[in-house]
């Protein structure tokens, strides 16, 4: 793994060095989730939070909200103009108590995709994920590094090495004891920068449902944030980024305008508006170095190398593995 993780920063570095960090031409879309110091893959500390968006003010981006994005930009260039748009899932009540003052000071809108029957409730959804992974531990405990197909749930965490994985655990048990925003945090942060949309009535993997299932999920989250805020939430997210051709057509068949997925990427050929792409932001061994690359073009670069790599892995590495057990 440090290895893996040397040869990361190396590309990094290279990137940087053949000017890769001006900036791209597409608007980044950033992903928070939690906004604590449990040191979760999915936390970010306030500290941290405060420094990548006094950065952002520093740097003279301009913050444009989810409707401003779909509505000018999508699929278009920026001109060189720095944009960026703010995003969080989930719904963490801490996302009002460290979040929102910073956004407020920053004057920095943003989007919230809000879980509504965990509303003002626990996020009950990660009990779940956490046996989950405790049992892949369980299975795997020889092993060093933890092994998984990227088809696995989970697999960002689970491709983890073990001992990782295991501070993760006792890291999202924190979480899964935090509490959620209530109707009366949505109702003062919606009144001015902050946007609410849906994120499912309750965190399921969408494509493992029925139609009807992943119908129901959409209408009832619907239902509850129109009857709360008063207006249809035109935007989706998909709970742990799980989406389809399927899920896609049943989320624009539902009236949705759009939707964010979690695949960490950027599409620079053009924006599919019910899958885009964001950028997770997550707890950083290197500061805001690491999210100065993400906002960058070394990042697309990166991403663009890594997914050369994985397309070559898949066309002639496996075909020689399948070859070879012939
Ligand atoms: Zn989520």
């Given at each position: 793994m440090k290895v893996k993780k040397l040869l990361k920063i190396g590309v990094g570095a290279l990137l940087y060095l053949a000017g890769g960090f001006r900036v791209p031409q597409r608007v980044p879309i950033l992903t928070y989730h939690s906004i604590d110091?449990?040191?979760?893959?999915m936390s970010v500390f306030p500290g941290d939070f405060e420094q990548q968006m006094a950065y952002l003010k520093r740097k003279g981006y301009k913050v444009i909200s989810l409707q401003d994005f779909y509505g000018?930009?999508?699929?278009?260039?920026?001109?060189g103009q720095r944009l960026v748009v703010i995003t969080f899932d989930d719904g963490y009540k801490n996302n009002f108590e460290h979040a929102f003052p910073i956004l407020r000071k920053f004057d920095f809108p943003a989007s919230v995709f809000v879980v509504t029957s965990c509303v003002g409730g626990k996020p009950k959804w990660l009990n779940e994920v956490i046996a989950d992974l405790e049992d892949f531990c369980r299975h795997n405990q020889a092993k060093k590094e933890s092994v998984c197909s990227s088809?696995?749930?989970h697999s960002f965490l689970k491709s983890l090495p073990q001992l990782k994985l295991k501070l993760e655990i006792e890291a999202l048990k924190k979480i899964a004891d935090f509490p959620m925003l209530d109707w009366v945090e949505i109702g003062e942060m919606s009144k001015g920068l902050i946007s609410f949309y849906s994120?499912?009535?309750?965190?399921?993997?969408?494509?493992?449902?029925t139609d009807s299932q992943v119908d129901q999920e959409l209408r009832v989250s619907n239902e509850i944030l129109e009857e709360k805020?008063?207006?249809?939430?035109?935007f989706f997210c998909y709970p742990y980024g799980s989406h389809s051709p399927r899920t896609e057509s049943l989320v624009r068949a539902a009236g949705f305008a759009g939707a964010c997925a979690l695949?960490?990427?950027?599409?620079s050929a053009c924006e599919d508006p019910f899958s885009l792409k964001r950028i997770p932001i997550r707890k950083s061994s290197f500061g805001l170095l690491e999210f100065k690359f993400k906002l960058s073009r070394a990042y697309l670069r990166y991403q663009e190398l890594r997914r050369t790599l994985r397309f070559v892995q898949a066309r002639f590495i496996s075909v020689d593995v399948v070859a070879g057990q012939r």
């Open positions: 110091t449990t040191g979760s893959e000018r930009y999508l699929g278009l260039k920026t001109g088809k696995e749930r994120h499912s009535s309750t965190h399921p993997h969408l494509i493992e449902l805020l008063g207006k249809r939430a035109e695949d960490e990427d950027w599409d």
